[in-house]
Nanobody, 118 residues
Framework: QMQLVESGGGLVQAGGSLRLSCLAS???????????MYWYRQTPGKQRELVAG???????NYADFVKGRFTISKDNAKKTVYLHMNSLKPEDTGIYYC?????????WGQGTQVTVSS
């Protein structure tokens, strides 16, 4: 069982930056190497949506609404995935969730709140 623990959320002014972290505790390093990782978010009034993903091979993909502003990265040795968020907008406000996909099994973190003030 992979447990995901997010951190790094908070309150920031528009135009600011935050870095979210997601630690895959209880995962052994070799398992994390083989895990595709994603960040989703749920903003007020909307369903949960994909923000960014990174595969085991290091390929990344981004939702159009964050391209050029957010960067996902993965540190296998630390069993951690990051979401670097720059040029934040008030519409980025929401709960950000870490998601792991390992050999067809899916795991979710508890979420971390990001609030961007105008």
């Amino acid at each position: 069982q992979m447990q995901l623990v997010e951190s790094g959320g908070g309150l920031v002014q528009a135009g600011g930056s935050l870095r979210l972290s997601c630690l895959a505790s209880r995962a052994i390093t070799s398992t994390f190497w083989s895990t595709n990782m994603y960040w989703y978010r749920q903003t007020p009034g909307k369903q949960r949506e994909l923000v960014a993903g990174i595969t085991t091979g290091g390929n990344t993909n981004y939702a159009d609404f964050v391209k050029g502003r957010f960067t996902i990265s993965k540190d296998n040795a630390k069993k951690t995935v990051y979401l670097h968020m720059n040029s934040l907008k008030p519409e980025d406000t929401g709960i950000y969730y870490c998601h792991a996909e390992y050999l067809g099994s899916h795991f979710w973190g508890q979420g971390t709140q990001v609030t961007v003030s105008s």
